[in-house]
């Protein structure tokens, strides 16, 4: 959940004098920690993951199941065990989560790198839960899983002991405060999120329609009962654009929400330009005697005269700044005037819409199904002939530039009611953080060998945040309702956005806020509790050019990015690289919402880090980078450059979570040895984020995802020639020494790493395209083999052991019996079983029975009681019961004579007398 403290926490409106100093010395803070720290090499790979527990009160004369309220209790009790049993080398850590029902379990100690640490995990998470079934009352039950259902349906009869709905901290309409945990931080939290706000967060999320669901009696588009998906047709995914529906609400109501289709790229982006700037193409053309380009800025207005600055005729992407009229901010980090300050000269050209052209439409002009290479037969494509003359192509005397024509539909913006396709949905309406933060998941963070590999990891796993979300999708039900959603993140998303209405783009009459950052007014476009925005890892430049260190030269940085510009420079001239720096700036768009008297100027910022913390932990996004934290004596331990991975959910078995665990844990080294490249632009990450939430998207979604993680062996982007992969190799056999070796430095990294960013003279526009999960997992034609065989051939380049090897590949078949639709996701299951249950009324009302039945079912599952083959096919899960949870101690204390007594006529009475 993030920084815990103990201390007493300021009220909001105390804590406004402090939040200008926070955010500066969070900075000075990161900078000295950088600076202590940047140089650290060689760590070995530690790792650990996390997993959250619900704990529920079942009652079997009502079946009705409630939230228990003892997670602190309870907690207390679990770590007093493993302090009177030092001498197990296999324990567990418990920590406080932010539900008075929740419990977050790790296991003692980190997994090391070797491959029989992998055998560790299934084995600790199933220590855990024997050791919370050691602690809970009869009528208690903690399966994993990542909701309770019910949260928010029952009124003042939903927890034990009751408390009652509403009060002071949440103002809910729908949950009490009594079931926030009662550290302070998370009272705190959820108070000033509201308040900072100006109003209580807005969560909601599409109605799943059945047969009766009243809410769309009467409605003409769709399909009840789950066919097609939702107001989308069969080919295409319902999207829930989460985060962005303050438009909807004033037109539709709370319990409306605006969704979207998944089936063409122009579908999924048709709103986001209502919303955010869109990065386009923009051509150098100072039009004035002598003059040869331009030079960039570090700020508008300040001139950066050491870098490479580019040329008349060159192009540049970018982005219009809403608040700086006449500026645009660049991919990588600079700005540029777009005129001159006078209005007389013009700088810059628009020359495309889009930064990124989507490259599903242009496949049949090509001739040809993905991967996209123009026909041999075909000869040179005109203009014309390309989209039916939607898309222009102009010469210029370096480059050929792409220009999307708008086209003329003689109509305005349709209306979401009147288009033919319905696209406005009943919603599940919630009103507190409670119903996201009381969501469970699963987390893994990583230890890099130094701070370069952290943040290529971080990269990399942002590419694979929502692919590992749908994959390990289980939240179908929230607040009593079934949703026609599959995950969680969007829902935690909502629950924790603070931004004021002028952040999020409404008008703000309230607006400037003189204590907050930027006043309360900046654009900011996502909510705190998001997928990333910019990758981090620099990369390098192999052509001669000058000045690239001053700037980003990540190409698939291409949203808006939001940042403290002030900060940014602090950051910059401290000596951090701009992508790094970019990141930092953009956490610190952030306000801190929780401070803690005495504890503001008292932090030392050259040995402390708690306000970099403070606004590092409550940035939560899909991965989080972690510097090493200070050591504040030398029994500390050691701690390396960390990547934390966030977006899995719960599954309910321990078998389901060691075989994701243990997946992204060997993806990860896969990416590392076998110098994989999986950038996508960041836009796609987000589209996929979208995507993922969907019903069934495992399935039958679609993601973007890059076609080629390896350098070609022939051909450029897809297009001119047919390009070929270096994986063909191994499919046509033509495996032998010729192959190029590859040059690594005196760190062992490769050339390849290092470009993989920057796209070294290649257009990377089109290489990335649409694959089913199974093709992800899979592959798919000869030129991408898919992550799973690749995670195969790793482990036979290891030499894995034999005993290792079998479950790991148990593991790695069950992943790819999921990814090709053979065995369902826990929210599919989920949905069927509340749809099928004999108090089912088909109108997505999931009633007290229902809910009981499902988590006596889901406990029954992860404790091996019940085994259920859609979910785990031949998988069969040995029964976990409370026996040896603990050892037993020898022990030597003097019992009274009649406990001896009691004992010995146990056994005695078998013979009747001595012998």
């Known amino acids: 959940m993030g920084l815990l403290k103990v201390g007493v926490p300021k009220s909001w409106d105390d804590s406004k004098k402090n939040l200008s100093y926070i955010r500066n010395a969070g900075t000075r803070q990161f900078v000295s920690t950088y600076n202590r720290v940047k140089d650290l090499k060689g760590d070995e790979l530690l790792w650990g993951d996390e997993i959250e527990y619900g704990v529920f009160q079942i009652d079997p004369d009502t079946k009705k199941v409630r939230l228990s309220l003892r997670a602190k209790e309870i907690m207390d009790e679990l770590n007093r065990k493993e302090h009177e049993h030092p001498q197990v080398v296999e324990g567990c850590h418990w920590v406080p989560e932010y539900g008075a029902w929740m419990v977050e379990a790790t296991p003692n100690r980190p997994y090391t790198g070797f491959t029989t640490d992998l055998l560790r995990v299934e084995r600790n998470m199933r220590l855990r839960r024997k050791r919370i079934l050691t602690v809970l009352k009869d009528n208690e039950i903690a399966p994993t899983v990542s909701a309770f259902p019910m949260i928010g349906a029952q009124g003042n009869d939903g927890t034990v002991p009751a408390v009652p709905v509403g009060g002071p901290v949440t103002q809910s309409d729908y949950i009490g405060d009594g079931i926030i945990n009662p550290h302070p931080r998370f009272g705190t939290l959820t108070a000033?999120?509201?308040?900072?706000?100006?109003?209580?967060?807005?969560?909601?999320?599409?109605?799943?329609?059945?047969?009766?669901t009243p809410e769309y009696e009467g409605a003409a588009t769709g399909s009840p009962g789950g066919g097609g998906d939702g107001c989308c047709a069969r080919d295409a995914q319902q999207l829930w654009r989460y985060g962005k529906g303050d438009a909807s609400q004033e037109l539709y109501g709370k319990d409306s929400v605006v969704v979207g289709c998944s089936k063409s790229s122009k579908d999924e982006e048709a709103d986001e330009t209502e919303i955010m700037p869109v990065m386009q193409k923009w051509l150098v053309d100072v039009q004035c005697a002598g003059c040869k380009g331009l030079f960039y800025r570090s700020a508008p207005d300040v001139i950066v005269p050491d870098a490479d600055w580019p040329r008349n005729g060159e192009t540049v992407v970018g982005y219009e700044i809403p608040d700086i009229p006449g500026w645009i901010r660049l991919q990588n980090g600079y700005y540029l005037p777009m005129e001159s300050g006078d209005g007389e000269i013009s700088f810059l050209t628009k020359i495309s819409t889009r930064a990124n052209h989507t490259n599903g439409e242009i496949k049949e002009a090509l001739g040809s199904e993905t991967p996209l290479f123009r026909g041999a037969d075909q000869g040179k494509l005109s203009a014309s002939s390309m989209l039916n003359g939607d898309i222009a192509i102009a010469e210029s005397a370096t480059a050929t530039l792409v220009e999307e024509k708008k086209v003329d539909s003689g109509t305005t913006s349709p209306n979401p009611t009147k288009d033919g396709r319905d696209t406005v949905r009943a919603a599940v309406h919630m009103d507190a953080m409670a119903f996201g933060m009381g969501c469970c998941c699963l987390q893994i963070t990583f230890q890099a060998t130094d701070v370069d590999e952290s943040r290529f990891i971080y990269d990399h796993l942002a590419v694979m945040a929502p692919i590992m979300m749908a994959l390990t999708a289980s939240t179908p039900v929230m607040k009593g309702r079934i949703l026609d959603t599959d995950c969680r993140w969007g829902i935690i998303s909502e629950s924790v956005d603070?931004?004021?209405?002028?952040e999020r783009g409404r008008e703000d009459p309230n607006a400037p806020y003189e204590a907050l950052t930027a006043k309360g007014q900046r654009r900011i476009y996502k909510s705190r509790y998001d997928s990333i925005s910019t990758f981090i890892y620099q990369g390098h430049c192999t052509r001669n050019e000058s000045g690239t260190a001053n700037r980003v030269l990540n190409t698939y940085n291409d949203i808006p990015l939001p940042i403290d510009q002030e900060k940014y420079e602090y950051v910059r001239n401290a000596g951090v690289d701009p992508a790094l720096a970019q990141h930092i700036a953009h956490l610190f768009i952030r306000d801190p919402l929780v401070v803690f008297d005495g504890a503001v100027e008292e932090v030392d910022d050259e040995v402390q880090t708690e306000h970099f913390e403070s606004i590092q932990s409550t940035n939560w996004q899909t991965v989080r980078w972690k510097p090493p934290p200070p050591r504040n004596s030398p029994n500390d331990p050691h701690i390396g450059w960390r990547t934390e991975f966030r977006s899995m959910e719960m599954q309910l078995t321990d078998f389901e979570n060691a075989a994701f665990s243990v997946f992204i844990v060997l993806l990860q080294r896969v990416i590392l040895t076998f110098d994989l490249n999986l950038y996508i632009p960041i836009s796609k990450v987000d589209a996929n984020m979208q995507r993922a939430h969907s019903r069934d998207a495992a399935a039958k979604g679609k993601f973007f995802f890059r076609r080629h993680m390896a350098p070609l062996d022939e051909g450029d982007d897809g297009y001119g020639v047919k390009y070929v992969s270096m994986f063909a190799k191994a499919v046509t056999g033509e495996v032998n020494d010729d192959i190029p070796e590859k040059d690594f430095d005196a760190n062992g990294v490769s050339q390849q790493r290092k470009t993989a960013p920057n796209a070294d003279e290649n257009d990377e526009e089109n290489a990335y395209e649409e694959m089913t999960m199974c093709e992800i997992m899979s592959g798919k034609g000869d030129y991408f083999p898919g992550l799973i065989p690749l995670v195969r051939a790793y482990l036979d380049h290891i030499?894995?052991?034999?005993?290792?090897?079998?479950?790991?590949?148990?593991?790695?078949?069950?992943?790819?019996?999921?990814?090709?639709?053979?065995?369902v996701t826990p929210a599919t299951w989920m949905r069927n079983y509340v749809r099928s249950h004999p108090d089912y009324k088909g109108d997505s009302v999931v009633t007290d029975s229902i809910a009981h039945d499902l988590l006596i079912a889901c406990k029954e599952i992860g404790e091996g009681k019940l085994h259920v083959p859609e979910l785990l096919g031949d998988i069969k899960i040995e029964e976990i019961t409370t026996d040896g949870a603990y050892d037993a101690k020898l022990d030597s204390k003097r019992v009274q004579n009649k406990r001896v007594l009691q004992l010995l006529q146990r056994y005695t009475q078998r013979h009747g007398t001595f012998s």
């Open 498 to 502: 603070c931004r004021t209405p002028a």
């Open 799 to 823: 030499n894995c052991d034999a005993v290792t090897l079998a479950k790991l590949t148990q593991y790695l078949d069950f992943i790819e019996r999921r990814a090709n639709g053979e065995l």
């Open 192 to 212: 000033n999120i509201r308040q900072r706000r100006g109003e209580k967060v807005n969560i909601r999320v599409p109605l799943y329609r059945d047969v009766n």
